[in-house]
Every structure is written in C-alpha cells, then in structure tokens.
C-alpha cells in the first residue's frame, strides 16, 4: 500500500493517469479503498472466485427472459427466480442450502396456507371476504414474528419463517383481485425452486466453499494461535529475566486476541454446517457441536492467556532468585502445553489421531508437578519480601491452570476424533522443530 | 412449568382437555414450548407488542388491495408494499430506519441504473440487447457481491447493496420484455417507499423499541453484573477463611459469564443505534463508539473476574495465617471497585454524573496501596512454604489488576459523561446499602 500511493510507470500505471487531476483527499481515499480490496482478494481469494459465481448463476438465470420458449413458459414470473438466485447463493454451500431449502418449502407451506385462507374468506361473503382475509394476514403474521424470538429458530429457520409471512400475505392479500390465487402460489413456487436449483448447482459445481471445512480450520487455527502464544510466552519469560534488554518480537503477543472473541464465528459456522451434505472425509451427521465443545474451552483457555499476557507486560520486578527458581518449570510448562495444542490443532486439521500430543501433555504435567513439589520443599530465604515473590507466584499459577486447561482441550479433541472417525496412524505427526 | 404439567381447574383448563387424548411425549413437548413462550413473552413483554405491530402494519398495507381507488392506483405493485413491510419493520426503531433507508436509496439508485442499461442495452441492436444486458448484469453483481465483503459496508449497508443488486436485475432484465422498464422501476420505488413510511411510522409512534436505550442499558447491565460479582466475592471470600462449612449463595458467580461474549451483541447495537434519530435524552450523533469502548473495558475486566472465579473454586488450602494478613485487604478492594462498578452502571442508567464513584474508587486504591506495603514489609515466617501463600498470593495479584481495570472503566465512562452531556447532579446517587 506504501507503494500504492506513488505513481510509477509499472502495472499501476494504466490506472493512475485516472487519478491524476482529482484532489489529493480524494486520490488517497481512492488509493486507500482499493488497497482494501486488493487485500480482500489477496487474502481469501475465495472471495473473487464467489463474486464471479453470483454474476454467472445470475445470467444463466436471466435466460428465463432472453430465451423465448423460456419466456413463453415462465413469463413474469420468472422476476421471482432472478430475486432467488440473489438471495440466496451465500458464500458458503451450507449458507445457500439452509436458505435454498428454507425458502422453498416456506413458499410451499405459506402458498397452502395462502389458498386455504382464500377459500376460507370465499365463504363468507362479498364484504366479509376482506375482513376474514385481514384477520387471518393479522394473526399468522403475529404468530410467525413471535416464533421468531425462540433462539432455535432464529439460529435455523429464520430465513423460513419471513418467507413463510411474505408468501401467505402476497398470495392470499393478492388473490384477492386476481381470482386464481392458485396460479400465483404454483407459479412462484416453480419459479423459486428453479432459481434454488441454479444457485445451488453453482454454489456445489464451482469451486464449493463447504462451511464444514472452514469450521475445522477456524477451530484447529484458534488451538494454534494458543499453542505459538505459549511457545512465544515460553522463550520471552526465559529471555526477560536473562537479560532485560532483549527487545522481543511480540507479534505472538496478538494472535490469540481473536480467539476472545469467536464464540459468535463459531456458533454461526456450525449452524451452517449442519445444512451441509455429507462430502469428501466429512459425513452427513459429522459431530458439529463437538467443535463448539473444543472452541468453548479454546476459548476459556485464552482467557488465562490473556491474564498470562498482562504478567508479561508487568512492571513490578520480581526477585531475581525466585524467578529463577520458579522460571524454569513455567519454561516446560509452556513450551510443552503450546505444542500439545499445536499437535490437537494438526490432529484436527489433518482429521488424524496422533498420540504425540499425550507426550506432551505428560511432560507439561510432570513439570507442574515439579513445580508443586519445589514450591512445597523450597522455603523461603528471610530476606524475601512477599511482593518480590508476587509475579513469579501469579505467573506460575496461571501457567498450572493452562496445564489443566489444554489437558481438557486434548479430551474433548479424542471425544471429537472418536465421533468423527478420524484416521489413525501408527506414526505420530512431526512435531515442528524448536525454534 | 411444573404446575403447568399438571392439569389443574383453573386458568389452563380451558386449553388442557384439547391436549387430554395426545400420547404422553407430545403432551410434554407442547407443554415445553409454551413454557418457553410464556418466558419469552414475560422476559420481554415488548416482543408480544412487536408481534402486534407486525400484524397491524400489514393489515395497514393489505389495504392497498382492498380499498378500490388505492388498488386503481397501485395495481399489482402494491404486492412490493407488503413485502416492504415485511422486511423492513424490525424489533426496533434503529433496525426499521437502516433498513427502510437502505431499502428505499438502493432501489432509487439501482432502478436509475437500470434504466441506464436499458438504454445502452437498446443503442446495440435486436442481437446484441440481451448480450450487453447480460453483461451488465454480470459486472454489476459481481462488483457489488465484492463490496459486501468490506467490513465496513457490511455492518450498515448489507441489504442496501442486496437491494442494489435485486433492483438492478429486475429493471434491466424484466425491461427487455416489459418495453417500459421506467414504469417498473418508479412503481417499484413508489410502492417500496409506500411500505416504508408504514413500517416506519408503526415503528416509531406505538411503543417504539429504541436500540439507542437498549445499549445504554446493556452496557449498564454488564457493569452492574461485575460489580454485583466483587461485591459477592468479598463476602464469599472473608466468609470461606471464617468458616469453611457455611454454604455460600452462588449465585452471584454466574451474572458476569454473558459479559465475556458481549462484544458481537453490542457491535450490533451500535451499528442499528446509529441509523436512529434524536429522541429524548437521545441527541443525535450521540457518541455510541464510547458505549464500545466501555463495553471493551468491561469485557477486559470480566477476563480477570473469570480468573478470580476460578480461585474461590480453587482446592489447594492456603496457609490460614497468610490468608488472614492479605485478606482484608482484598475483601474491601473487592467491596469498592463492585461499589464504583454499581456507581458507574448508575451513572450510565440515569445519564447522571455522580461523583461518588470517585470516592469508592480511592477507597479500593487505598486498600491496594496498604496491601502492597503490607507485602513489602511484612516478611514471611521462615515455616511458610511458597506453595501455601499461591492462593493468596494469586487472587491479591488478580485484585489489583481489577482495581486498575476499574479505574479505567471510570475514565471511559466520565469521557463518557462529558461527550453525551450527562446532568450533573450536587447530592450524589444513594449507594445500596451493603447486605
């Protein structure tokens, strides 16, 4: 993006002379928006791939129009699957099935609804027809709104219930004038089915983008991000008190920052997850909420890794012969815990149960035991201030909880591999080298 | 709901004997969803008078069909009008206005580009018609799927730029049948604004949900549910030294969990806040991005207090005469910062600076500056082992980190205070009473 705001006689060059005589506020809101997008495409080129998805599902859909034996056949109506096709190819296959499937069978249910309350209003007369008509729009609306407000449905079936409102108003309120309220509800129900079977054959044929996946790597890249912050935690609190002017690179320091926050990411990838098909290792029925187990307690975890973060930055000097004391077990217990969950993010993503992670584990929970057993034996020197032990003394004790918590992290990962099948291997997964 | 299981003469009589010849299961899930709606209705009554609303809304519009010289006038259009309706009318005032105004620009906007296609559809012959509008159609929605994927477009103009695209499609396409796409695209926009003015105005004039106070109260909500948390953690904590076999009331050490997934609900909030016009206290361009960041504060603050959690379950058995030395000291930081906690949700509530916080304040900074002299001169018996002082040790450094994080939170909301032009008051608010 630097470069992007100095004009040279490269690639840019064919675009700049555009800019040339705009203001110099306006030219660099120019650069800036498309350095945005530049990183957009750059970054998940999925993204791209999509755009030009929607753009052919809708000309392969304005075919109904342009081509005259299709015409002839959907005439109007065929506005309705041009309207389909756009709301409801999402990015994800999950996304455009829970819609896809939402909407037919919503228009289905509220055209019968539709027709039944025209039939009903039909009986009761030239003036009461309107009221009857009213009065059931009135009540269904009502009732379906406040169906809305249950969770469970808004997470699945919200998309449904509006389209069940629309449908039912539009064919009993318009049957009204046009007799053959019949027609109508026939007509865009045809006409939405094939704008959902163009959508979904696009979304499935191109370049799927299964939500499923994305789930599992969200998960596994969260279970990472932890995993480098303890590595990184590991060798700063050893460098740190080796020599206090090593500056450290602390871009490990953010990563797990977003991990505070996924809960709501996470919950609405497994709702669409649970529309997908079963594809490639992923079976119909795949263990979904299992991931939402492992991304809670992912997440419980990061928020002792924010405290543990905070004692990084603190500023109170702990004293040098306690630090050292209790320093070296925090040291294993880190380095050991981060690839424990470098391994369960590998076992995730590789859907391959390993048993390496164990050997971490152990080993993490052997130095905590270390840990326990030197601070009960090892007495204090008279010397010692409370305060000057207080750092070393929290660190440790945040660390001792991350143990527990990462071992609880590996079960609900063997519960998550034993219910979704993952592979076995005899030999266990390379773990990456020691930095 | 256990009294509803069973049947009994009064209220439910009327409704049970319906229910009398259903099989035992199906029986006991009807009673469970009405269970569930009851509480949802109760919860929040506003929910059953949105439902109302809805249904009115619709009724209002439906009369666009029946009333004869309204239906002369709108024709079959007036079908767009009840679909305005549908979609547009939200929970509250700030969700109906973004998306009436998003609804209304989008089809302004993408019914003029239509038009436009049409007519440069129309310079290139009988054969090269569909194939320029194709490719408009293509380039349009692609380039507009694009922009959704910025963050910033898709927190406010989501389904302004759906709309773009559902308007631009249907104008252009539909024209190249219709002949006249500028009748298509000016009912379209008349009837829209038609469905939006209605949604708007049952929106606002009955009972209007305002998300503006909904946020202010949210925000409140969570202080106060941290401060509720300290206050319980003091009692808890002095009373388990005391006497380990009293049953405490726990029920305090669940409030503050929804503070740790907040951020998605209030980011929401804001962005809807923000479309919402000035009403009552409410100016407009109140400074909603302050509610974020004492939102961001607090959530901070709940991090450490899930920390803090974890101690008063913790089993390890600190050394009673450690406890007792530093535990004072906590209990009365902990008593004042849930005071200036309670004191700033106040404040929020009834847009009322107070001064009172302050003194709580200095008062939880006092006794976290007697601890850490305490600790600095109080040496340890040589008998203490380090593992029996962790504990204390532990929670006294989470103590202090909450009483800066509180502190903190007292800044933002005194920036607060001033950017929103809060009354100022001489008494200070009446502090609850201390149980």
Known sequence: ????????????GCWWWLLKDLPEKTKNKVVNVAGKANKLGRDEPRRIIHCLKVGLALTLVSLLYYVHPLYKFFHESGVWAVLTVLLVLEFTVGGTLGRGLNRTFATLLGGALGVGAQHLAALSGEIGQPIVLGLCVM????????????PEMKAR????????????SMVSVSGYRD????????????????????????????CPVWVGEDLQRLIAANLEKLGSFLEGFSGAYCRISGDAQITIDQSFLQGYKSVLTSKHSEETMVNLARWEPGHGRFLFRHPWKQYLKVGTLARQCSYKIEILSGHLASEIEAAQEIRGEIQES????????????????ATIRTMTRSTSMDFH???????????????????LEDSTTLLEIIP????????????????????????????????????????PEEP
Request: contains cysteine; charged residues 15%.
């Open 330 to 345: 925090c040291r294993e217990m880190t380095r050991e815990s981060g690839k424990a969950l470098k391994e369960l993010a």
């Open 179 to 206: 007799e053959d309220a019949l027609t109508i509800a026939y007509e865009r129900l045809l006409t939405i089915i094939v704008g959902c079977v163009i959508a979904l054959l696009v979304s499935i044929l191109i």
């Open 392 to 431: 070393a003394v929290a660190v440790a004790s945040t660390v001792m909880d991350i143990v527990t918590c990462t071992e609880r992290i590996s079960d609900a990962v063997k519960e998550l591999a034993s219910l979704a099948h993952f592979k076995s291997t005899i030999s266990p997964v390379v773990t």
């Open 139 to 150: 009540v269904l609306t009502a009732a379906v709104t406040f169906l809305r407000f249950f």
């Open 361 to 379: 584990i152990e080993n993490s929970k052997g130095a905590a035991k270390n840990l326990m057993s030197l601070l009960e034996t090892g007495l």
């Open 157 to 168: 079936y919200d998309y449904g219930l509006i389209i069940l409102m629309l449908t039912f």
């Open 1 to 12: 993006m630097a470069s992007a705001s100095q004009p040279n006689a490269g690639s840019q």
